[in-house]
């Protein structure tokens, strides 16, 4: 098996783990302080590649990281913002709708193509999220007014967009620094200033932080801990030469699976196995896709 396998299918089980406990803050906290403690918690665990850090990097290489930053940051707090308010074993597969928007950006970007196979998994996407959010006490139209209209799985949508288009962008710097421990000090750096800042002026500072690192501090350092970890795994992947955008990022969704099994019934969430067998569906389309 290829390296970026290997590498890809570890970032997602660990990728899975780091969203779980960062569901168990979010029930008790609000989406910006623990997404703000968990970025400053990551960029803490990336002061270990100081020594493997370059910091005779151009600016505008700076820059470039800095435009990724500001969209991941986004993205994030969206995702966490949908996260905290929808089920954990709906909010995981219904990430993979991400894929769509990744091989979009792909062809757009990197000049990837899509073949007949790859839009029959586009379609088996989109089909199996809609069964995911049906709510079967209402008519089909009844439930597609309501899923249009949901602000919630607005923020989900908007984070995937931003999420896909910063995956592009992280791999199209890859290939012209492939330097991953500074790439993740800086991208980190960035993120959690960014996320200081916004807490700093829609939040209480320094005192919401320290209000989550007590209430919270052991999910929140586990999440960054496995997630960072999980990170570390897909940009290498991203950086080796011959890998596909749009393969690596497809298959690290296979993390849904474990989410949505585990974190549902965990969470005691209702229709566990309707959602399990849509995130199947999902993932099958994920494969197809990535073909």
Not at 34 to 54: E, G, K, Q
Not at 249 to 255: C, E, F, K, W
Request: aromatic letters at 14%; charged letters at 10%; one cysteine or more.
């Amino acid at each position: 098996m290829a390296l970026w396998l290997y590498l890809t299918l570890g970032s997602a089980l660990l990728f899975s783990i780091s969203h779980f406990f960062q569901k168990q803050a979010l029930i008790k906290e609000h989406s910006l302080e623990v997404i703000t403690l968990r970025s400053l918690f990551f960029f803490a665990l990336c002061l270990l590649l100081l020594p493997f850090v370059d910091f005779q990097i151009p600016a505008s290489a700076l820059f470039f990281m800095l435009m990724i930053a500001v969209i991941g940051t986004a993205s994030l707090l969206c995702y966490t913002k949908a996260a905290r308010h929808l089920d954990f074993s709906s909010v995981e597969p219904l990430s993979n709708l991400g894929t769509v928007f990744l091989v979009i950006f792909s062809a757009l970007l990197l000049s990837e193509r899509l073949s007949a196979l790859q839009l029959f998994g586009v379609f088996l996407l989109i089909g199996s999220s809609y069964l995911l959010t049906w709510n079967h006490q209402h008519s089909f139209l009844s439930s597609l007014s309501h899923l249009i209209q949901s602000p919630k799985l607005h923020y989900l949508l908007f984070s995937l967009v931003l999420a896909a288009l910063d995956a592009v962008l992280i791999r199209l710097f890859l290939l012209q620094y492939p330097d991953v421990p500074t790439f993740l000090f800086f991208f980190w750096l960035f993120v959690s200033f960014n996320y200081c800042l916004l807490i700093s002026l829609f939040g209480k500072g320094i005192a919401s932080i320290k209000h989550a690192y007590r209430k919270d501090k052991k999910d929140i350092i586990s999440s960054a801990l496995f997630g960072i970890c999980s990170d570390a795994l897909y940009y290498i992947a991203f950086s080796l030469p011959l890998t596909s955008v749009s393969l690596v990022g497809s298959l690290r969704q296979i993390s849904t699976l474990f989410s949505t099994l585990f974190g549902g019934r965990f969470f005691h969430e209702r229709g566990v196995s309707l959602k399990l067998i849509a995130c199947v569906v999902m993932v099958a389309g994920v494969i197809l896709v990535s073909l």
